[in-house]
């Protein structure tokens, strides 16, 4: 939201998941997870839940972290609002990191995602899922810092975002306080372009979506939680990497994030030459070709190497 504050069953695809993981994601809270080598830059493994009658992929969504495109993107044959009951879906916990510093919060507006980095310890990271800006208001890129943490704020909204909802009849007041109807939630903080922030929201059934004035939201739960590991001056990098390529072990994985209007790459544009051509490294095309068609946001293999010693440099092309 842009503008100002004033005041069932789980079934793990691989074993290793438990070791990865130090947490699952409950009601909107990260999934927290170490790094397993010093190289890594993917976390996570995918596992499948079992709906039940009354369950929505949106009531899956909230339970793990996920947002609306998570869990449409990686279960695209499942009713979204009426899945049925013992319908199996993929809940997406599966990431390849963003190519950024890996320091305070990392966003991939693509991706919908955010990413902190405990600054006390390097190896372990949180994810959270997110709503970025809509269309013509898009959540700005580049490098910002946290300068100002409100709890229970109120929101004054702009004259962009007022003149829109005025647009449809809807007649905003000039400061809409705290309390349940507050879009903001309980926490923001502001970012170093003060027009935008990051903030709860009083819509959570929407996240994982790009509806928002170009701030960036989070589940109720997600936010009390990042607000409360947040410092002033916390560096925050938003990037855009439709496409995110990343290391586990010897295995190199591709994950990909197109809106489907946009025009997507070639397979053999979406591995940098220099990664492709490294000594060791052995890409298997069909694969990036089907990360790219198949656009499910979940990390696919698409390559390995023959020794590990140090991971080809990934340059992004994106």
Not at 94 to 99: A, G, K, R, S
């Amino acid at each position: 939201m842009k503008g100002g504050f004033t005041n069932g069953r789980r079934t793990l695809t691989a074993c290793l998941a438990g070791a990865l993981a130090l947490t699952i994601a409950g009601a909107g809270h990260a999934e927290t997870y170490r790094l397993e080598h010093p190289g890594d830059s993917v976390i996570g493994f995918p596992f499948y839940f079992t709906t039940r009658a009354d369950d929505t992929l949106l009531d899956v969504a909230r339970q793990n972290n996920q947002g609306f495109e998570d869990m449409r993107s990686a279960n695209p044959e499942v009713d979204m609002w009426v899945p049925g009951a013992g319908t199996e879906v993929m809940v997406p916990t599966f990431y390849v990191l963003p190519d950024a510093p890996r320091q305070g919060i990392v966003i991939n507006r693509p991706e919908k995602r955010l990413y902190f980095y405990p600054p006390d310890d390097p190896e372990e990271v949180r994810s959270y899922a997110i709503s970025v800006g809509r269309e013509g208001m898009d959540t700005p890129l580049g490098g910002f810092t946290i300068i100002e943490k409100k709890r229970d704020p109120s929101w004054t909204p702009g004259p962009n975002v007022r003149a829109a909802h005025a647009a449809y009849g809807d007649i905003l007041p000039a400061v809409v306080p705290p309390g349940p109807d507050n879009p903001l939630g309980r926490f923001a903080m502001r970012l170093s372009n003060p027009e935008y922030l990051i903030h709860g929201t009083s819509k959570p059934w929407g996240l994982g979506m790009e509806v928002s004035a170009g701030c960036i939201r989070l589940y109720p739960e997600g936010i009390e939680e990042l607000f409360s590991l947040t410092e002033l001056r916390t560096q925050v990098t938003i990037v855009d990497q439709p496409y995110k390529l990343g290391w586990r072990g010897n295995d190199l994985y591709l994950e990909v994030h197109v809106n489907r209007e946009d025009k997507r790459v070639k397979a053999r544009e979406a591995v940098p030459a220099a990664l492709a051509e490294a000594e060791g490294v052995e890409i298997d095309w069909r694969e990036v070709q089907r990360a790219i068609d198949e656009n499910t946001g979940v990390p696919r293999a698409v390559g390995h190497r023959t020794h590990s010693d140090q991971a080809p440099y990934l340059p992004m092309i994106f």
